[in-house]
């Protein structure tokens, strides 16, 4: 058997260990991307691989005898390594048939490579783009200028609130945070029931020294509605209204609220009543005095702006950009529409409604339509500042400040949501138009002066500057390529991209496929696909209510997709590769699941489309939580998975022998994550099914049972 990555002699003198080097690069990265590697923050895409780990992939694969990494005297990763040369691969076509956030794509075309990128959701498609388009930064950063002005003084009235000032002047001041409690009603008394999960907004001022007496936490009053302190200890006693409360505790706990002494679920609730309504508790300004940030509650003026931007939303519904499409059915998406969400514009308060077409309005009239472009950087950055300013943000509130909403990979349901000053204020907050507008620019930058950033054995941060550049010359045809840096991108299907892509023409196949049932794409993307086909109803590719997602290869209940149907989109897709891949090229991706059937899904498609295994190697890949566990609900190891077209297949009599040995040999090798022992199993384990797939005893039950008894062997 020809091993060639993953079980490498032993590192030498002045040598690195690949996987070992690669994990770590990856390890450091994903913590701090918008550092590391600021391209990747141009736009939200969900599980993005590190850049680093496609980099040594591609290297590996396109110089397979190079030692990518040297040793300084000291133990740290020299910066004379190969990794770090600058390469211009001429005649090279890279293809990826799952683009997604376009990792593949930016880390190859950086080499030089000819690239070819596929992906059927268009937001992809959109964000792959623009990470390789070329333009001109100082450019964009004077339109940006422009833009803020005009956008400020269109949205000041509805950022401002009313404060008394030291002298006893009311005074305007500019509005960070609105904050936001879900409230339901007793179907007993009626009421309204708030379903805050603490009426604390802080941990005092001060972040990171706790609450006490010096550093009180503000709390709400939920039976006066004032504001108060807490120094957290005993009640909060409202100096207002002079009542008990506790403000650690729940409105709402396990989906169920009480009130009347009677249970109630929230869900049924919802039911019965209509979706939950929102009540506006408290707002964070910034003192116009001191600067400092601070708390007030709502008052009768605060109020009048929220009934002024609703009756602005309603009296402009036909000209305003609006998200109107309904939400598709689907295992992600279950929590909205079982909230009664139906709409994507349900998530979002008239404010925000005026906030992004004010945003686009200025951007239009700033830009002229023959510098397209430049509109679509900003417009994508405003697409990314929705993922922070809809009504399901919730409040990181020991840190104050913003999370995102896509913190798990799902579509949440917040029950203390917070509004974001949209545009934003200067050097302030997060999430805001202008904070998103400030990444863009940080990313294009690092288009054209790239560099790599590691720590060494000091943990010291060295930087690397680099003489490559990222930036594509886009192209329809391959036809049209060029020596280097050519790219076609197209928002489809995969299983058919040999209908558009010459036989045999590429050379390497680079991806990281749908992983299963983990992430459904498109139903998390159609949340900013709604807003871009309103932003660019121009484009053919927004042109859907929400992303078409028939051929999405995906496990996904609420779509019908089982694991019969993962498995012939994924063998459509690896089969479409096999006839455009050249009969000498690989086909290399990552892969990780906690399931069984999830492995055995891939073992079964490779086959089918007439891939096999021919190696593997474990890195590490997701930021990492506990790294001493082995984890059975997650992997957070990649397996990376290096095939080739099958050549003949073997009919092996007793296919199983061959897989516990290379694990034997392995088995002095200590690896501080436990997940790398399972993954280098599994990966004996791919190579041997794929190479005899046909034989008579390689199923699913063979497979299942193998990995079984490996786990046996582990815990003995
Ligand atoms: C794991 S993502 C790729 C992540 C990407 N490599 C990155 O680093 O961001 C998988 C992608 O496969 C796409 N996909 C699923 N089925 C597809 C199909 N039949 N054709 C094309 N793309 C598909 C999804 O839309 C999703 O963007
Ligand atoms: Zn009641
Ligand atoms: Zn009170």
Same mark, same amino acid.
């Given at each position: 058997?020809?091993?060639?990555?993953?079980?490498?002699?032993?590192?030498?003198?002045?040598?690195?260990?690949?996987?070992?080097?690669?994990?770590?690069?990856?390890?450091?990265?994903l913590?701090?991307?918008?550092?590391?590697?600021?391209?990747?923050?141009?736009?939200?895409?969900?599980?993005?691989?590190?850049?680093?780990?496609?980099?040594?992939?591609?290297?590996?694969?396109?110089?397979p005898?190079?030692?990518?990494f040297?040793?300084?005297?000291?133990?740290?990763?020299?910066?004379?390594?190969?990794?770090?040369?600058?390469?211009?691969?001429?005649?090279?076509?890279?293809?990826?048939?799952?683009?997604?956030?376009?990792?593949?794509?930016?880390?190859?075309?950086?080499?030089?490579?000819?690239?070819?990128?596929?992906?059927?959701?268009?937001?992809?498609?959109?964000?792959?783009?623009?990470?390789?388009?070329?333009?001109?930064?100082?450019?964009?950063?004077?339109?940006?200028d422009?833009?803020?002005?005009?956008?400020?003084?269109?949205?000041?009235?509805?950022?401002?609130?009313?404060?008394?000032?030291?002298?006893?002047?009311?005074?305007?001041?500019?509005?960070?945070?609105?904050?936001?409690?879900?409230?339901?009603?007793?179907?007993?008394?009626?009421?309204e029931?708030?379903?805050h999960?603490?009426?604390?907004?802080?941990?005092?001022?001060?972040?990171?020294?706790?609450?006490?007496?010096?550093?009180?936490?503000?709390?709400?009053?939920?039976?006066?509605?004032d504001?108060?302190?807490?120094?957290?200890?005993?009640?909060?006693?409202?100096?207002?209204?002079?009542?008990?409360?506790?403000?650690?505790?729940?409105?709402?706990?396990?989906?169920?609220?009480?009130?009347?002494?009677?249970k109630?679920?929230?869900?049924?609730?919802?039911?019965k009543?209509?979706?939950?309504?929102?009540?506006?508790?408290?707002?964070?300004? &910034?003192?116009?005095?001191?600067?400092?940030?601070?708390?007030?509650?709502?008052?009768?003026?605060?109020?009048?702006?929220?009934?002024?931007?609703?009756?602005?939303?309603?009296?402009?519904k036909?000209?305003?950009?609006?998200?109107?499409?309904?939400?598709?059915?689907?295992?992600?998406?279950?929590?909205?529409?079982?909230?009664?969400?139906?709409?994507?514009?349900d998530?979002?308060?008239?404010?925000?409604?005026?906030?992004?077409?004010? &945003?686009?309005?200025?951007?239009?009239?700033?830009?002229?339509?023959?510098?397209?472009?430049?509109?679509?950087?900003?417009?994508?950055?405003?697409?990314?500042?929705?993922?922070?300013?809809?009504?399901?943000?919730?409040?990181?509130?020991?840190?104050?400040?913003?999370?995102?909403?896509?913190?798990?990979?799902?579509?949440?349901?917040?029950?203390?949501?917070?509004?974001?000053?949209?545009?934003?204020?200067?050097?302030?907050?997060?999430?805001?138009?202008?904070?998103?507008?400030?990444?863009?620019?940080?990313?294009k930058?690092?288009?054209?002066?790239?560099?790599?950033?590691?720590k060494?054995?000091?943990?010291?941060?060295?930087?690397?500057?680099?003489?490559?550049?990222?930036?594509?010359?886009?192209?329809?045809d391959?036809?049209?390529?060029?020596?280097?840096?050519?790219? &076609?991108?197209?928002?489809?299907?995969?299983?058919?991209?040999?209908e558009?892509?010459?036989?045999?023409?590429?050379?390497?196949?680079?991806?990281?496929?749908?992983?299963?049932?983990?992430?459904?794409?498109?139903?998390?993307?159609?949340?900013?696909?709604?807003?871009?086909?309103?932003?660019?109803?121009?484009?053919?590719?927004?042109?859907?209510?929400?992303?078409?997602?028939?051929?999405e290869?995906?496990?996904?209940?609420?779509?019908?997709?089982?694991?019969?149907e993962?498995?012939?989109?994924?063998?459509?897709?690896?089969?479409?590769?096999?006839?455009?891949?050249?009969?000498?090229?690989?086909?290399?991706?990552?892969?990780?699941?906690?399931?069984?059937?999830?492995w055995?899904?891939?073992?079964e498609?490779?086959?089918?489309?007439?891939?096999?295994?021919?190696?593997?190697?474990?890195?590490?890949?997701?930021?990492?939580?506990?790294?001493?566990?082995?984890?059975?609900?997650?992997?957070?190891?990649?397996?990376?998975?290096?095939?080739?077209?099958?050549?003949?297949?073997?009919?092996?009599?007793?296919?199983?022998?061959?897989?516990?040995?290379?694990?034997?040999?392995?088995?002095?090798?200590?690896?501080?994550?436990?997940?790398?022992?399972?993954?280098?199993?599994?990966?004996?384990?791919?190579r041997?099914?794929?190479?005899?797939?046909?034989?008579?005893?390689?199923?699913?039950?063979?497979?299942?049972?193998?990995i079984?008894?490996?786990?046996?062997?582990?815990?003995?």
């Amino acid at each position: 058997m020809n091993l060639i990555w993953g079980r490498q002699p032993k590192p030498n003198m002045g040598k690195l260990d690949f996987t070992a080097t690669v994990s770590k690069l990856a390890q450091d990265e994903l913590g701090k991307r918008q550092h590391y590697r600021p391209v990747y923050s141009l736009h939200k895409y969900w599980a993005r691989r590190a850049g680093s780990q496609f980099r040594s992939i591609l290297l590996r694969t396109l110089l397979p005898d190079s030692t990518l990494f040297l040793q300084d005297e000291d133990g740290s990763l020299s910066v004379k390594s190969k990794y770090f040369d600058n390469f211009d691969f001429k005649n090279k076509v890279i293809l990826d048939p799952f683009m997604g956030g376009g990792t593949t794509l930016i880390e190859s075309n950086r080499l030089g490579c000819n690239v070819i990128g596929w992906d059927l959701n268009p937001l992809s498609w959109w964000i792959t783009r623009e990470g390789l388009k070329v333009i001109d930064v100082d450019i964009l950063q004077k339109y940006t200028d422009e833009v803020f002005e005009v956008a400020q003084n269109e949205l000041d009235e509805f950022y401002k609130t009313e404060i008394e000032n030291s002298n006893g002047d009311l005074v305007k001041a500019d509005v960070m945070h609105f904050f936001w409690f879900r409230e339901a009603k007793c179907e007993v008394c009626e009421k309204e029931v708030s379903l805050h999960s603490r009426t604390i907004l802080n941990k005092g001022l001060k972040r990171n020294i706790g609450i006490s007496s010096e550093n009180p936490a503000t709390t709400v009053c939920l039976r006066c509605g004032d504001l108060g302190e807490w120094n957290g200890f005993g009640d909060f006693d409202c100096k207002s209204c002079n009542s008990k409360s506790d403000p650690l505790s729940k409105g709402v706990s396990s989906g169920s609220f009480e009130c009347c002494g009677k249970k109630q679920k929230v869900v049924e609730n919802v039911k019965k009543y209509g979706r939950l309504k929102e009540r506006l508790v408290a707002i964070e300004y &910034i003192d116009p005095d001191t600067k400092q940030r601070l708390y007030k509650s709502p008052s009768k003026d605060d109020l009048r702006i929220i009934k002024q931007c609703k009756s602005l939303v309603e009296a402009n519904k036909n000209k305003l950009a609006i998200p109107n499409s309904k939400i598709p059915k689907g295992d992600s998406s279950k929590r909205w529409l079982n909230h009664q969400y139906e709409r994507y514009v349900d998530v979002f308060s008239d404010r925000q409604i005026l906030a992004v077409n004010s &945003i686009l309005e200025s951007i239009k009239s700033v830009i002229p339509i023959d510098d397209i472009e430049y509109r679509y950087s900003l417009i994508t950055a405003l697409s990314n500042s929705l993922e922070y300013n809809n009504m399901m943000v919730p409040y990181n509130y020991p840190h104050r400040k913003l999370h995102h909403l896509f913190t798990h990979h799902a579509l949440p349901i917040t029950m203390m949501p917070v509004e974001n000053n949209l545009l934003g204020i200067e050097g302030k907050g997060a999430g805001t138009f202008r904070n998103c507008v400030a990444r863009y620019l940080k990313g294009k930058k690092y288009c054209n002066s790239p560099f790599d950033k590691y720590k060494n054995a000091q943990n010291k941060l060295v930087s690397v500057d680099s003489d490559e550049r990222i930036g594509a010359t886009f192209v329809d045809d391959i036809a049209q390529f060029g020596d280097s840096n050519a790219s &076609i991108l197209r928002c489809g299907d995969s299983t058919r991209l040999h209908e558009h892509v010459p036989e045999k023409s590429v050379d390497y196949v680079i991806t990281d496929p749908p992983y299963y049932d983990s992430i459904h794409y498109s139903e998390l993307a159609n949340f900013f696909y709604v807003w871009m086909k309103e932003f660019c109803p121009e484009v053919d590719f927004f042109s859907r209510e929400t992303i078409d997602s028939t051929k999405e290869a995906i496990v996904n209940k609420g779509h019908n997709k089982g694991a019969k149907e993962y498995t012939d989109l994924m063998a459509g897709v690896f089969s479409s590769c096999h006839k455009v891949l050249k009969d000498n090229g690989k086909l290399v991706f990552t892969f990780h699941h906690k399931k069984i059937e999830a492995w055995w899904t891939i073992a079964e498609s490779l086959s089918r489309a007439g891939f096999c295994v021919v190696d593997t190697f474990a890195v590490e890949s997701e930021y990492k939580v506990n790294p001493h566990i082995r984890n059975k609900e997650t992997l957070d190891m990649d397996l990376v998975l290096i095939c080739e077209k099958i050549q003949s297949t073997e009919e092996s009599p007793n296919p199983s022998k061959n897989i516990f040995t290379p694990l034997e040999e392995m088995a002095s090798e200590k690896h501080t994550n436990p997940n790398w022992h399972y993954l280098q199993f599994i990966g004996s384990l791919l190579r041997e099914t794929t190479r005899c797939y046909n034989s008579s005893v390689v199923n699913y039950k063979w497979f299942e049972d193998l990995i079984n008894q490996f786990n046996i062997k582990q815990t003995v």
